[in-house]
């Protein structure tokens, strides 16, 4: 299995709600990532995640809490966001955080979010 | 720091033409070279990689190789299809994060 699994789809929420996003990866990386992406942009790195536990934090606002249950999990929890916030959220994963077989990432297909 | 930069598009082509997509980079150190493609409505695809200098990545027609003395790795196809639309990005990667470039659309006609 060389997939990694975004859910949901597609997400509308109100800035108000709570919602969280799901990453799945079953190649046994110990890496885990989340990335966003705005229209006609490159992604940006938001966290990263190291034998679960947070290696990077690139200043994301708190409104964005990642969690990482177990080395195949990677969850994105959302609260009280803003409409700028709208994007498509990508997770990915690599074997590790060094060295060249583990510098290959691997990207799940994104959560198209819509914050209203 | 690290940094990429790539032609700006889009590209434009017709079905069956010579794909050139230029790359170069910045970097410390012995970074990893990518390409990664994203179709429409889609997450990011890795097309091909490289490791080390005059490395030669190739996948689905698609080539580039990893030149040290000029820093770059530009991408080539010999022959584009309809299905080759989509947004390539160069990336390079020393110790565990990508930097990308800021993606080159390519558009290809029958």
């Known amino acids: 299995d060389t997939e990694v699994t975004q859910t949901p789809k597609h997400l509308v929420m109100g800035m108000t709600n709570k919602k969280s996003l799901k990453c799945e990866q079953h190649?046994?990386?110990?890496?885990m990532y989340w990335y966003k992406q705005k229209a006609k942009k490159p992604p940006e790195l938001m966290f990263v995640?190291?034998?679960?536990?947070?290696?990077i934090n690139e200043s994301v606002p708190s409104r964005f809490s990642p969690e990482c249950p177990n080395s195949s999990l990677l969850n994105l929890h959302l609260h009280a966001l803003q409409p700028e916030d709208s994007a498509l959220y990508l997770c990915?994963?690599?074997?590790?955080?060094?060295?060249?077989?583990?510098?290959?990432?691997?990207f799940g297909p994104g959560t198209r979010l819509t914050v209203l | 720091g690290n940094s990429v930069t790539q032609m700006e598009g889009p590209v434009t082509l017709s079905e069956e033409a010579f794909l050139t997509i230029n790359c170069t980079y910045t970097?410390?150190?012995?970074?990893?070279l990518f390409w990664y493609v994203q179709y429409p409505g889609e997450g990011l695809q890795l097309l091909l990689k490289?490791?080390?200098?005059?490395d030669k990545g190739s996948n689905k027609g698609f080539e580039a190789t990893y030149r040290k003395e000029t820093t770059s790795f530009h991408l080539e196809k010999g022959s584009v299809q309809v299905s080759d639309s989509a947004v390539y990005f160069c990336?390079?990667?020393?110790?565990?994060?990508?930097?990308f470039g800021k993606g080159t659309m390519l558009l290809v006609s029958p």
């Open positions: 990336a390079l990667t020393g110790y565990s994060t990508l930097t």
């Open positions: 970097a410390t150190g012995y970074p990893s």
């Open positions: 190649m046994g990386h110990r890496a």
């Open positions: 990915a994963s690599s074997q590790g955080l060094a060295g060249v077989l583990d510098n290959e990432q691997f």
């Open positions: 995640y190291s034998y679960e536990k947070l290696s």
């Open positions: 490289a490791t080390k200098a005059d």
